[in-house]
């Protein structure tokens, strides 16, 4: 029964992890440098847990109590941690404000608060399984094996919090509601222990255990000074067990793609390994497996294993595309993808998981064998794991990926492996395991000379965004002959690649690619990146202070700076995406050297939280929304600090895609920005993207107010690279006015965050690679003529054919009708078209549509019969999204008319 319960200790300690990361990225910023102080932090707890409660442990009398008191007070903390996180947020607000541009003592305030928030807790979380261990020694012969038994059931515990968390959880009952289940199931696990203790049951478990080990053979030392040396030992392989769960976690993140999911499958694949391993190890079979040479033999088959992998990382790439040829893009095929990229993690990183993850139980059962207090043993062997794994993260993420690389990174770990086992082996005078153990490091040391060139070439790929129906072996190599690299670099937090393509596979360009995913470049997404710039800055020509989320390729950055603007903060938060805009400098006009330009290397929220600044207008070009971490970027709660941080008629500009993703998340993101900014715009500015601008009051817009910017010659130029000629020709661009863009999205649920819905719909929606629609029926120049304003109507209407079919050239539009009308592509040709001469609009239905007609009265100005005509569409029809839209504009537009009379009476 015990056993059980510390399997769901197990579950919720791994949920609380993930939640109170998820609240202290809001509240810090998702830096790789913060994420890791919390991580340090959370497990610095753990650390002093196993070291406090092992020392009290074998002195308590009821040490089954003690942990069940330690369950409800974690319990009752997490109910609390909500409203503490808030106060903790206000008191990094006042004291990070007027340190904000210090960032060393930002992330020493960052630490401090973190501790703050988290050392209580987990410190209770790390002194469970000593008093476990305390409890177990008073009855057992086998105290060691069944301590050993007792940690891998957590550790499976722990894969079942990993899988609740990732898959469930959070995202059915967002955040606060997961810590308040979590924190039941902790106060019932708690009480649940109590009870035990008093009905007597432990009593009979220790008489049941008493008979059944006297005929059991006891633990026999497996060495001399053993906790001494065992204490090395798993401090070593906690260091190097947690450089490979992040070095796994970031190439596996290249391969499979960056996602949440991704991330926590591969979090599970690692903490099953560790507990497999440990069943294995705890099993009454093994008891003569527990000396120095199994741990030699089974940090040679982890180290081999690694290296092995590593040298044949192409034919698992190759592997994978292959299986992903037979599933389909449907609800169906995505949950096979998550079963088969669970398959290939536990193979790849579960297995060496499994061979380290055996040591520390193994030295469980050897210290067991001493005359000394088990608690206080397995506090410290677990103290020491924990702080070597703390160690290993920081070395590994701080040190050797970004001097070595993730490949050499992984050979280095193994070396590591292969050094502590040749150690070993050498102590032992065991000749055989010497041999081993020589071969092994020599194996790994070949990993570290060979050249990373193929490493690299698949890596940056981005194979998760390949979809064959069959296989082609002549893929890579294709890729490898005509794509150059002229920049790779490994982050913490990131793998970012610059590559120059020759015009063979693809255009002649260079591009940005981040985690294998292209973010920027000067082919297909160049004319997006201009006009995020300048579509904002067109209606404010006057700007003086500029904020941008994110550096990119620095092209939106750099068309920012062809205003006279005083002012450019860019908020980037991956070092290496910084250095390679460098290559990018003729294209955005070498945005770095400029005097106005001041780079923050943090998280934007955290910029805009703590900096006083205030914008004329706050651009956004994050990745896309199903990337893990960036859903917070479209949150509610980042809009609401983006528009404290605006000038009374500041706008922010947000960039979207409508390509891999369905209706309902291009309807999310715009109704989480409409309910901040009541006013909205909505640009198509390329293939698959659009721009949305936003603001809390209306601003002057159209040509005569274009014509300000375009009469600065680097906007001009700007203009005429994305075939824009003329501020007539950029309002072709527009999709939705001011007078209808408010009304698209509708009511519905709304990205926040404690409800991040983005980062669970949006990894679907990429695998199923579908595109958006919705914003063809909405679309001004086509199907909702009748309710643009009336001068746009009549400047895209005198719009040459021939300049607009320049604009829209190559595809570059969203709306499919709106391609069709202009260049007559069947099946819808008979679109109806504000382009065309003679201008067509939309008729009344002949079948008497009640919302047809509604719009004309609209057009001709009678918004009482409109506002009639549509009631009685929706009493018809609730669920009317079209009647649902017009009323929506019409109640604005009556509401704007009351205004005026009242203004001028």
Not at 199 to 210: D, K
Not at 467 to 495: C, G, N, V
Not at 520 to 542: E, I, M, R, S, Y
């Amino acid at each position: 029964m015990v056993l059980a319960l510390f399997f769901g200790s197990g579950a919720t300690a791994l949920i609380y992890e993930v939640v109170w990361a998820k609240f202290l990225a809001q509240m810090f910023g998702s830096t790789i440098y913060a994420q890791t102080v919390v991580l340090a932090v959370f497990m610095g707890g753990l650390a002093l847990g196993n070291r406090i409660f092992g020392g009290w442990a074998d002195g308590l009398r009821q040490p089954v109590k003690a942990y069940g008191v330690l369950e409800i007070c974690t319990g009752i903390y997490a109910f609390l941690f909500p409203a503490l996180d808030r106060a903790t947020d206000k008191i990094f607000i006042t004291i990070g404000t007027p340190i904000a541009e210090h960032a060393g003592w930002l992330l020493v305030l960052k630490g401090v608060l973190s501790a703050a928030l988290l050392l209580g807790p987990t410190i209770l979380m790390g002194g469970t399984l000593p008093l476990l261990a305390a409890w177990l020694q008073t009855f057992s012969a086998e105290a060691g094996r069944r301590s050993a038994r007792f940690y891998s059931v957590n550790s499976l515990g722990a894969v079942t919090g990993a899988t609740l968390a990732g898959f469930w959880l959070v995202q059915h009952y967002g955040m606060i509601a997961t810590l308040q289940i979590t924190a039941t199931a902790n106060v019932l696990i708690g009480a649940s222990a109590i009870l035990l203790n008093r009905s007597g049951w432990l009593e009979q478990t220790v008489e049941r255990s008493e008979k059944a080990d006297a005929a059991a053979t006891p633990e026999l030392p497996a060495m001399p000074d053993t906790l001494r040396r065992a204490g090395i030992v798993v401090a070593l392989t906690g260091g190097v067990s947690m450089g490979l769960e992040l070095l796994a976690s970031r190439s596996l993140a290249l391969i499979f793609g960056s996602s949440l999911q991704s991330f926590a499958i591969v979090l599970m694949a690692f903490i099953l390994g560790i507990g497999l391993g440990s069943a294995w190890i705890a099993s009454p079979k093994q008891a003569g497996k527990i000396g120095e040479k199994t741990v030699v033999l089974l940090l040679c088959l982890a180290a081999a294993w690694v290296t092995l992998l590593v040298f044949n990382l192409e034919r698992w790439v190759d592997f994978y595309r292959i299986a992903r040829t037979g599933l389909g893009r449907t609800e169906v095929g995505y949950v096979y993808q998550l079963l088969l990229s669970t398959g290939i993690s536990l193979v790849i990183l579960g297995i060496p998981a499994a061979c380290i993850g055996a040591v520390l139980p193994l030295m469980m059962r050897a210290v067991s064998a001493a005359d000394a207090p088990l608690g206080a043993r397995v506090g410290v062997l677990l103290t020491w794991n924990t702080l070597g794994a703390v160690a290993g993260t920081l070395i590994t993420g701080f040190g050797l990926m970004p001097w070595l690389g993730l490949r050499d990174a992984f050979g280095a770990l193994a070396l590591v492996l292969g050094l502590v086992a040749l150690m070993i082996a050498l102590r032992r005078r065991w000749r055989i395991g010497v041999v081993v153990t020589a071969v092994v490091c020599g194996f790994a040391l070949g990993l570290l000379a060979v050249s990373d060139a193929g490493w690299q070439n698949v890596m940056s790929s981005g194979v998760f965004r390949v979809w064959e129906t069959k296989f082609s072996a002549q893929l890579m190599p294709l890729r490898k002959q005509h794509i150059k690299i002229l920049f790779y670099k490994d982050a913490p937090d990131a793998t970012v690649s610059v590559e120059s393509v020759d015009g063979v596979v693809g255009p002649e360009s260079i591009g940005l690619r981040i985690n294998g995913k292209p973010d920027a470049g000067t082919d297909v997404d160049l004319g997006n990146q201009l006009l995020l710039a300048h579509l904002p800055l067109l209606v404010k020509p006057a700007a003086k202070d500029v904020f941008v989320l994110g550096m990119g390729s620095g092209i939106t950055a750099g068309a920012a700076l062809a205003y006279p603007i005083e002012r450019l903060d860019i908020a980037e938060n991956c070092e290496p995406v910084v250095t390679a805009a460098n290559i990018f400098a003729g294209w955005n006009h070498h945005v770095l050297d400029d005097r106005r330009t001041h780079v923050w290397r943090e998280d934007a929220r955290t910029v805009l939280k703590l900096h006083p600044q205030l914008y004329d207008v706050v651009i956004t070009e994050p990745s896309n929304p199903w990337t893990v971490g960036v859903g917070s970027v479209f949150s509610r709660e980042f809009y609401e600090i983006a528009a404290s941080r605006l000038k009374p008629d500041g706008i922010v500009a947000q960039w979207f895609h409508v390509y891999e993703v369905n209706d309902d998340i291009v309807r999310l993101v715009l109704r989480t920005f409409n309910s901040v900014f009541p006013y909205v715009e909505v640009w198509d500015t390329g293939v698959g993207d659009i721009v949305i601008l936003g603001s809390k009051q209306p601003w002057p817009t159209g040509p005569d107010v274009f014509r300000h910017g375009f009469a600065i010659d680097r906007v001009r130029t700007d203009m005429w690279m994305i075939d824009v000629q003329s501020p007539e020709a950029l309002l072709a661009r527009q999709l939705a006015s001011q007078r209808t863009g408010f009304a698209i999205a509708g009511d519905g649920p709304m990205q926040s965050d404690m409800f991040p819905i983005l980062e669970y719909s949006a990894p679907q929606a990429f695998f199923m690679g579908n595109s958006s629609k919705v914003l063809w029926q909405f679309d001004e120049r086509t199907w909702q003529q009748l309710l643009a304003p009336a001068e746009k109507t009549a400047t895209l209407a005198s719009l040459p054919p021939a300049n607009t079919q320049l604009v829209f050239s190559d595809f570059s539009t969203i709306n499919g009708d709106l391609f069709a009308c202009l260049f007559g592509t069947a099946p819808n040709a008979g679109v109806p078209c504000v382009f065309q001469t003679p201008q067509t609009v939309p008729p009344p239905a002949s079948d008497g549509s009640t919302v047809a007609n509604a719009e004309q009265f609209f057009h001709a100005g009678d918004l009482n019969q409109a506002e009639a005509l549509t009631a009685m569409a929706l009493q018809q029809n609730p669920n009317d999204i079209q009647a649902a839209y017009l009323m929506r504009v019409i109640e604005r537009e009556k509401k704007l008319r009351t205004a005026t009379v009242v203004k001028g009476s």
